[in-house]
């Protein structure tokens, strides 16, 4: 059964660093998506990318946060300067016709 | 503003028997979605059941079924023969959209455990 992926499962960095979250959706899925959950807390939208270009975006996405969709398969979400409060699991996920969840990304600020 | 309230932080039930999982939303939109995640330990993010606003009947999935009451805006979640891997983080959520790509709006969420 076709599976969105996401490396690296677990991401240690310091505060101010830049970090790259890499996802893979399924193939021939249109839409893609980050979510974020902090821990404890509710997931959280952050945005959603259609045609190479973002197709909505929440508050929460403001200019330290990038998507790209590099190439035919990966679809990455960049955070330029990251903060304490960055620290979360990070979700990406991909639609056709259905919404499908990758297993997530710890990132750890310090 | 579209929101998804779970009142419920935590449920226990015994191994075997029923629970049922609350959830209420607010919307000025006829036509959306609604849907149960169960989130466990493994943090995956796994699809329980959807429901579809337009359509009256109740989904059902095996042990799950809903309970979708659109003009009190409320749809709960009910567990029947609880097993001890249904143990987990439930979240309700909503979408508007959905069908063309649109995004999904989670609840809180509410802990299950099940007790042997």
């Known amino acids: ?57 929440s508050e929460i996405f403001d ?34 016709g259905e919404q499908f969840f990758g297993p997530g990304t710890r990132l750890t600020v310090l | 503003a579209q929101t998804v309230t779970q009142s419920q932080p935590e449920m226990s039930v015994q191994e075997a028997e029923t629970v049922t999982l609350s959830c209420t939303y607010d919307t000025s939109e006829s036509d959306y979605y609604l849907f149960w995640y169960k989130q466990p330990p493994s ?8 429901q579809e606003a337009y359509k009256q009947q109740n989904a059902t999935e095996n042990r799950f079924s809903v309970n979708f009451q659109k003009a009190a805006k409320s749809f709960s979640l009910k567990i029947s023969d609880s097993q001890l891997g249904d143990a987990a983080m439930y979240f309700c959520a909503f979408s508007t959209d959905y069908n063309q790509g649109g995004k999904l709006i989670f609840g809180q969420g509410t802990e299950l455990s099940v007790k042997p």
């Not at chain 2, 943090?43 to 959807?50: K, P, S, T």
Request: aromatic content about 14%.
């Open chain 1, 1 to 57: 059964e076709p599976e969105v992926t996401q490396t690296p499962s677990h991401q240690v960095t310091q505060m101010g660093q830049e970090v790259i979250l890499r996802c893979v959706p399924i193939s021939n899925h249109l839409y893609f998506y980050w979510y974020r959950q902090i821990l404890g807390q509710k997931v959280e939208f952050l945005v959603s990318f259609y045609n190479n270009e973002i197709s909505e975006k």
């Open chain 1, 63 to 96: 200019d330290q946060f990038s998507v790209e969709r590099p190439d035919g398969s990966n679809f990455t979400l960049k955070i330029r300067s990251t903060k304490l409060e960055d620290s979360a699991m990070y979700f990406c996920a991909s639609w056709g």
């Open chain 2, 43 to 50: 943090r995956q993010m796994i699809l329980v059941i959807r």
